[in-house]
């Protein structure tokens, strides 16, 4: 650091002619002051000329310039070190003596590059799922992240850079990048130099034939005793002959099914299903695995799963008024399903209500009395096209009651039932209605497409649903409606009206549809349209959201666990969330955890609002920890109240990030791809001493200029001080005071 130029810069706060100008009558008025006095002649002249002393002083003070220092910084240049931290950098499909990380980390520590990196300010970066500034390297440092986003990756680093001095960037990486990005802007002027971190396969080393489980699909929920499908999709590679194997389905070490799958010449995909009914309820893990003669690596030969296994859903009364197409095809779509139960009634023309058999359609038993034990025994209630006299006001408050203490309440939009005289504008439903219609609110007759919200498609119970491409559109739609307070929409029409809204009352809820058009989505099914079964589906998934399974149910006065994934990458963070019912003392609560190696750990769990990182469509209050699993394989948990007397427990699955280990060699033709598009260097192992040989980066100097006054000197001020202290000294003495 340098000052190779200095300057005076005389810029005055007053000018000197003023400072003269008031130096006269200063004068003149301070001799006055003294002239009056007692003291003899020499006297006044010595107390005059302190003062004045004291005035040409700070004039000085005032005339004092400024000074400007110009200095000169030479920077080095900026050599950027983006280490690959995914999972796959610990692959070694070739075994060789050290795999890609152990390799990176040498080339780190290779004396020839320590000399190179003295003449660059170096800034290490971590690419993975995302990129980490200001690395530290250690042998302790973990390879996990389960995504490579390579590229992007790199355009943040010049993106963060772009004011250095940046000559180039170091990239040690397998380049299995799992971005469609590229290159963009900046990225595209800054070299990439990349050493070869996996040597060329001999012909000894040349791959041998691997089967592997690709993907598995499978319900993340199943109903006891009901029958659910499991998909897979095994892959062949490095080979040719044809081969039949095994697939079994296992839990507990047994085998619950088992199926055959035969590879022809020279086939590498084989799709597999098999079927089972789960008999037991709670988080049931599962095992799929293939028993393959002729495979090199076993150990992608099985994967685990957990499906949660409800009980069947109870009884589900309906009642209609008027029968209309939306009864007959919601009738239907119930009585078609295996895990519901429909009791139905359709109102006749003097009012009374007649019983559809659910077998045989035929009219039967009169509608059940709406007290506590009779309602007890249904899940839900649907209540379709309805006037306000249709049930009773002491009804209606049994029905609200039902809902308060856990039941399902679903309102079938009709003109009759929406309108001023209709059930839903009795006083008894006041307070659990998801929506209020305004004056003038009327069955807009148009075609208009709908599609799920932010909450809709952030509820689990609809989740099935949002694989379709696109929702039918609907031939009408009650409006203006206006939501509760404590409402959600999670179905709404392209110009943002309410189709499908929901709530929660007590503990219990409550949806309506907007709509008496919405069977036509059923005609798609009967056509063999796109949309087939996509109507039973809705009604299905509505159902479920409406009356969660009797377990759950439970839950309401006891502890539920809340997980967004029961199957986790390793290393990742898992929220784990509680909620707590009326009975449960919340004071205390914690997360019990069983590792796969079988120890135990012991989590508190804080108070906290659970949103969507918990699975909930809506913030409620719980209570919430953290978890990272270290280990793959299935860990245990059981959230826990301090007195015992209330637990949930869960299986989480942590598994080896599947996209990281694909046993896939290094991709070379990407890694030179960028190295050339960059203006960088792609090098084989064996040279890779001289990678940055052709690094250009050259320093750069910084002018820096500081300007500062001369004035502030403490000698300055100290004189100055001096003379008023002196003067009220002698003034002090002389009695002047």
């Given at each position: 650091m340098t000052f190779p130029a200095a300057a005076i810069m005389f810029s005055p706060v007053i000018p000197l002619w003023a400072i003269i100008l008031c130096a006269l009558p200063f004068g003149?008025?301070?001799?006055?002051?003294?002239?009056?006095?007692?003291?003899?002649?020499?006297?006044?002249?010595?107390?005059?000329?302190?003062?004045?002393?004291?005035?040409?002083?700070?004039?000085?003070?005032?005339?004092q310039p400024s000074r400007r220092e110009t200095q000169l910084r030479v920077e080095k240049p900026v050599l950027a070190v983006v280490l690959d931290c995914s999972a796959s950098m610990r692959d070694n499909p070739y075994q060789q003596a050290q795999n890609r990380s152990q390799r990176a980390l040498a080339f780190l520590k290779k004396s020839h590059l320590k000399r190179k990196l003295a003449d660059y300010r170096v800034k290490y970066f971590a690419a993975g799922s995302a990129l980490q500034e200001d690395l530290v390297l250690s042998p302790e440092l973990s390879f996990a992240e389960p995504r490579s986003l390579l590229a992007p990756a790199l355009n943040q680093v010049s993106e963060r850079l772009r004011g250095e001095n940046l000559a180039g960037v170091l990239l040690l990486s397998d380049g299995l990048d799992q971005s469609a990005a590229w290159l963009e802007g900046?990225?595209?002027?800054?070299?990439?130099?990349?050493?070869?971190?996996?040597?060329?396969?001999?012909?000894?080393?040349?791959?041998?034939?691997?089967?592997?489980?690709?993907?598995?699909?499978?319900?993340?929920?199943?109903?006891v005793n009901w029958e659910l499908k499991i998909e897979a999709t095994i892959r062949r590679k490095n080979g040719a002959e044809p081969q039949t194997f095994p697939v079994e389905l296992r839990q507990h070490g047994s085998t619950l099914r088992s199926t055959e799958v035969s590879f022809a010449t020279n086939e590498n995909f084989k799709r597999v299903s098999l079927t089972y009914e789960p008999s037991e309820l709670g988080n049931q893990l599962f095992q799929l695995a293939m028993l393959p003669d002729d495979d090199s690596e076993r150990q992608n030969n099985q994967r685990e799963f957990v499906i949660d296994v409800t009980d069947a859903q109870?009884?589900?009364?309906?009642?209609?008024?008027?029968?209309?197409?939306?009864?007959?095809?919601?009738?239907?779509?119930l009585l078609t399903d295996k895990q519901q139960?429909?009791?139905?009634?359709?109102?006749?023309?003097?009012?009374?209500?007649?019983?559809?058999?659910?077998?045989?359609?035929?009219?039967?038993?009169?509608?059940?009395?709406?007290?506590?034990?009779?309602?007890?025994?249904?899940?839900?209630?649907?209540?379709?096209d309805l006037g306000d006299q249709a049930l009773s006001g002491k009804d209606c408050l049994s029905i609200a009651k039902f809902v308060e203490n856990g039941g399902g309440l679903l309102f079938l939009g009709a003109v009759r039932s929406c309108g001023p005289e209709g059930l839903l504008s009795k006083a008894e439903f006041k307070d659990l209605a998801p929506v209020v219609s305004p004056a003038g609110a009327q069955m807009l007759e148009q075609r208009t497409a709908v599609s799920f919200t932010a909450a809709g498609r952030a509820e689990p119970a609809f989740a099935p649903l949002l694989t379709e491409p696109r929702l039918p559109p609907l031939l009408s739609c009650w409006s203006p409606v206006e939501p509760g307070p404590f409402s959600t929409v999670f179905l709404a029409t392209a110009e943002a009206a309410p189709v499908l809204v929901g709530r929660r009352f007590g503990q219990g809820r409550v949806g309506i549809i907007l709509s008496d058009s919405l069977w036509r989505w059923q005609l798609g099914a009967e056509a063999g349209g796109t949309e087939k079964a996509l109507y039973g589906r809705f009604i299905t998934q509505l159902l479920q959201w409406l009356s969660p399974s009797n377990r759950q149910q439970n839950q309401d006065n006891g502890i539920q666990l809340l997980l967004a994934e029961q199957e986790v990458d390793l290393w990742s963070r898992v929220q784990i969330g509680a909620l707590c019912g009326k009975a449960v003392d919340s004071n205390g609560i914690a997360c019990r955890i069983i590792t796969p190696e079988g120890k135990s750990l012991a989590l508190p769990m804080v108070p906290a609002n659970l949103g969507e990182d918990f699975g909930l469509s809506q913030k409620e209050s719980g209570f919430a920890c953290e978890f990272v699993p270290e280990l793959p394989g299935t860990y245990k948990l059981e959230v826990l109240a301090r007195d015992g007397l209330h637990s949930e427990g869960a299986l989480l699955l942590a598994k080896q990030p599947a996209l990281e280990y694909t046993?896939?060699?290094?991709?070379?033709?990407?890694?030179?791809?960028?190295?050339?598009?960059?203006?960088?260097?792609?090098?084989?192992?064996?040279?890779?001493?001289?990678?940055?040989?052709?690094?250009?980066?050259?320093?750069?100097?910084?002018?820096?200029?500081?300007?500062?006054?001369?004035?502030?000197?403490?000698?300055?001020?100290?004189?100055?001080?001096?003379?008023?202290?002196?003067?009220?000294?002698?003034?002090?003495?002389?009695?002047?005071?």
């Open positions: 003149f008025f301070a001799w006055r002051t003294y002239s009056a006095c007692t003291l003899n002649k020499s006297e006044r002249f010595f107390l005059w000329a302190l003062r004045m002393l004291a005035f040409v002083c700070l004039a000085f003070l005032l005339l900046r990225a595209r002027q800054v070299p990439v130099y990349i050493p070869e971190l996996e040597d060329p396969p001999s012909a000894a080393q040349q791959p041998k034939q691997d089967f592997f489980l690709q993907e598995i699909q499978y319900p993340k929920r199943a109903t109870k009884r589900i009364l309906y009642l209609e008024g008027v029968p209309r197409w939306e009864f007959k095809y919601l009738k239907r779509a139960q429909l009791t139905a009634f359709v109102q006749s023309a003097g009012g009374a209500f007649i019983n559809f058999d659910e077998h045989d359609s035929t009219a039967a038993a009169a509608l059940p009395e709406f007290a506590d034990q009779t309602l007890r025994e249904f899940s839900t209630i649907i209540l379709g046993g896939e060699p290094i991709q070379r033709q990407w890694l030179q791809r960028l190295a050339r598009d960059s203006g960088g260097e792609f090098l084989p192992w064996s040279d890779s001493d001289r990678l940055l040989a052709t690094l250009k980066g050259s320093s750069r100097s910084i002018e820096m200029v500081r300007e500062y006054s001369l004035w502030n000197r403490w000698p300055w001020l100290a004189l100055l001080l001096s003379l008023f202290c002196l003067e009220w000294y002698f003034r002090r003495r002389w009695d002047l005071v």
